[in-house]
């Protein structure tokens, strides 16, 4: 049987809890979370006690002062893969995840994302980031990955499919097989999740993923949430490539990174506006200012809707052209950052 391959990602095989493992005391938010709140954290470890949890094999960022924790993290994560805590539950397969929040139902599937097709320091990929990434969070985090026996990143990537062609339809098969079902601890929700190894469904998640690509400029993927674990992943793999012989470059597993796809369009997902405040100057001295910027650097302002500039109740919307498949946010943040390090 021939191999499907997919645009930038590929089934894996995934470990998972096995099934006599208290899933509610085993999933636990990203650990970039909740950082500046330790008391939410130290709940989470009331909760959890003694069971095994996937608390006990990362670093939340908010204990990162109490120095490092890797050893300890790995040693835990072969500890569970020995005494059978984490099993392999899915083959060349994917996890169709549905999870219940406040806003709804969002469904999402799990997949392995090839880092060959990303890079934190240029956007032209097919796997773009939606922030600069903050260089010194990631070496933490680099530290465990490098002697890790499993992964366990926490990667939200969005596509773009108003259609629902591509993670929607996964949970109308018949053949996927529910790995999981719980309620989340401090009201995180519910999660359930099924297998999907179908050989017919993998090809229509293939076929309806190719089809994206085909409409777009090639920039398929970007990261919604869990930019850094994707640059961590990234920056391991290129240490990585230094360590192996380029013919071992399609088969190591340190060139993918587990993340899970989220349709752009899914009714649950909400976006709330990110707004950068500036004071100091005028309205027209900020806009000239910013498009000054843009001109040095091959790009222009023009009619649309990419950014929004406010000034006393009126409202001037704004594309970005010559970016080059840079988000407008970026663009505008690497303006700001200039703009204040001259008002230093």
């Known amino acids: 049987m021939s191999k499907i391959t997919y645009p930038g990602i590929t089934s894996c095989d995934i470990y998972l809890p096995s099934e006599d493992t208290d899933i509610y005391k085993w999933a636990v938010i990203a650990c970039d979370q909740f950082t500046s709140q330790p008391e939410y954290w130290n709940r989470v470890i009331d909760t959890v006690g003694e069971a095994p949890s996937a608390l006990k094999i990362m670093q939340p960022e908010v204990f990162l002062d109490r120095g490092d ?3 300890e993290i790995c040693c835990r994560m072969q500890r569970y893969l020995d005494e059978g805590i984490l099993v392999k539950r899915v083959e060349d397969g994917f996890v169709a995840v549905e999870r219940t929040t406040q806003s709804g139902k969002r469904p999402g599937l799990i997949c392995a994302m090839d880092l060959e097709c990303y890079d934190f320091r240029d956007g032209d990929h097919m796997v773009r980031a939606t922030e600069d990434t903050v260089t010194e969070r990631l070496p933490a985090r680099v530290r465990i990955r490098r002697k890790a026996p499993v992964e366990m990143p926490h990667v939200m990537v969005l596509i773009d499919d108003p259609e629902k062609t591509v993670i929607e339809p996964v949970f109308e098969c018949g053949d996927n097989r529910l790995l999981y079902d719980t309620d989340l601890m401090e009201d995180g929700g519910h999660l359930r999740g099924w297998a999907v190894t179908a050989e017919a469904e993998k090809q229509r998640i293939s076929g309806a993923l190719y089809a994206l690509l085909e409409k777009s400029d090639g920039f398929l993927y970007v990261a919604g949430d869990g930019n850094h674990s994707l640059a961590t992943a990234k920056m391991y793999w290129e240490e990585r490539k230094q360590q192996i012989d380029p013919s071992e470059y399609d088969s190591d597993p340190a060139r993918f990174v587990l993340v899970e796809l ?7 997902l909400i976006f709330r506006p990110v707004h950068r405040f500036v004071k ?22 023009g009619e649309g809707d990419d950014l929004i500039f406010v000034s006393r109740g009126s409202e001037k919307p704004f594309s970005i052209s010559g970016s080059e498949g840079r988000l407008p946010v970026a663009v505008l943040q690497d303006y700001l950052d200039r703009l204040a390090s001259e008002r230093d």
């Open 262 to 268: 989220i349709n752009l369009y899914s009714d649950a």
């Open 69 to 71: 924790s890797s050893d």
């Open 280 to 301: 100091g100057c005028t309205e027209e001295e900020l806009l000239n200012s910013f498009c000054a910027y843009l001109r040095e650097r091959g790009m222009s302002l």
